[in-house]
């Protein structure tokens, strides 16, 4: 039996932590399911030549997205257990701001060039191509802001506006495109716009939440500015390349193919989302969570953590695996065909969501260190290049495949980096001066 004492301390541990796991699996699971249902049957009703519209606007907001959001992932980490300090905490937001906004000013022009080159193909009018780069911007704008107020709540615990956001959110879009459907006008743009709004309200939702929260007026300041890029700077190139190799395999297919295959490789792209409900509890759960985590307890739960998600991986593949069918139904049967290129998409999915788990706990604990974003661009553009030579880039599983082989190079070399972490410790402040994780957040 158990001590008395142990017992409390067990209950103590565990019961928060169920709590805050119950309640993010029901907000939370609530605005998923709604998010998913949204975009599940938009690939069903929408025409082929329609979504594969859909699915290249937002592949290619997925990439702007990423680089808007660079540094708010430091705020976490640079804040620790100093939640209590709204006037700290609102400084850095808005120094976050400032860059996020310098950003945009250097990602919305390349937009402009760069997206009519992927299409090129397509053979869709200059009219059409337009209206798309026009909602890009509009979508990345409120993104550029979404990312940092959404960062703020988080950091401030304040868990329950970010689910009511979510919420309100993913069933809105629900309802809208119901009616939109209803009406018989629901074709790729109506889609869209659906979308761009429920972007935009989130941004503003969080907002209005994270002052309200805060309380105090920000003021940016060049040492923070100083501070965030020090902590992000070193991950830059990886979070810039991979935010390119998350969408890698649409955009071979758009530039290289006809859109059926563009559609079949956007509505596969919709099975990767099975993973956003655990992948949303990286920065709202897992990365807090290790972030505050005294030394002696890492390794632990760092081994733990990465056998608990390993095996949700294997579990996904293998019903992908062994029961296709499943994923094929949802999809619908313009795309009943794929079974094989379900297997490769969930497997690479699997492999990629493991990965940025990894990264998110390496991120909360500094293990950010300038030769892992090295090696990560050099193995990675090293083994697509010896597979693109040989690999016919128009067909649906030839993208696929290279999508695996891009994710499992990149989980090799996050594994390598924890090892590292784990042995030689966090990366240095700003200052120079090498502080303990313990001491950093008290």
């Known amino acids: 039996m158990l001590p008395v004492r142990r017992i409390q301390a067990y209950r103590q541990f565990l019961v928060p932590k169920a709590y805050r796991i119950l309640e993010f699996l029901t907000s939370q699971g609530i605005a998923l399911a709604a998010r998913l249902t949204y975009g599940f049957l938009c690939v069903r009703l929408l025409p082929v030549t329609e979504y594969a519209k ?55 022009p390349a937009a402009i060039v760069v997206y009519p080159l992927v299409v090129r193909k397509q053979q869709w009018s200059w009219r059409v191509i337009a209206a798309m780069v026009l909602l890009l911007l509009v979508a990345s704008w409120f993104g550029r802001m979404g990312g940092t107020y959404g960062s703020a709540l988080i950091a401030l615990r304040n868990r329950r506006a970010w689910y009511q956001a979510q919420l309100i959110s993913g069933v809105g879009s629900l309802a809208a495109l119901g009616v939109v ?25 969080y907002c209005f939440r994270a002052r309200e929260t805060l309380g105090v007026r920000g003021h940016p300041s060049v040492e923070k500015r100083r501070a965030i890029i020090h902590l992000a700077l070193p991950v830059a190139p990886n979070v810039i390349f991979y935010a390119l190799q998350g969408q890698l395999s649409l955009f071979l297919i758009t530039f290289f193919g006809h859109s059926a295959a563009v559609a079949s490789v956007g509505a596969l792209s919709r099975l990767a989302q099975i993973f956003m ?149 966090p990366r240095s402040h700003a200052t120079g001066e090498l502080v303990s994780v313990e001491d950093s957040y008290v």
């Not at 459907?181 to 939702?205: E, G, P, Q």
Request: aromatic share 14%; hydrophobic share 60%; glycine share 6%.
């Open 54 to 108: 859909f699915a290249v606007v937002f592949g290619f907001l997925g990439f702007l997205s990423v680089l808007m959001d660079f540094f708010s992932g430091t705020l976490l980490p640079l804040v620790g257990e100093r939640i209590n300090d709204r006037q700290l905490i609102a400084d850095y937001v808005a120094s976050l701001r400032q860059l996020a906004h310098r950003v945009y000013l250097l990602a919305a």
């Open 181 to 205: 459907w209803a009406v018989h006008a629901l074709n790729a743009f109506s889609a869209i716009l659906i979308s761009v709004a429920a972007i935009a309200f989130l941004s503003l939702h």
């Open 277 to 425: 409900l655990f992948g949303q509890m990286a920065p709202l759960l897992i990365e807090p969570y290790f972030a505050k985590l005294p030394q002696s307890r890492v390794k632990r739960n760092y081994l733990g953590m990465l056998a608990a998600q390993g095996t949700l991986c294997i579990c996904a593949t293998s019903l992908a695996r062994y029961f296709p069918q499943i994923f094929l139904w949802i999809l619908g049967p313009k795309y009943g065909a794929l079974r094989q290129e379900v297997v490769l998409m969930i497997a690479g999915s699997s492999i990629a969501y493991l990965s940025a788990v990894l990264f998110m706990i390496h991120t909360a604990r500094r293990f950010v260190y300038w030769w892992n974003s090295v090696l990560v661009i050099i193995f990675t553009v090293t083994a697509q290049a010896l597979f693109i030579i040989k690999t016919d880039l128009s067909t649906v599983r030839g993208v696929l495949v290279l999508n695996l082989v891009t994710a499992a190079v990149g989980l090799f070399v996050h594994v390598f980096t924890g090892i590292y972490g784990l042995v030689r410790g």
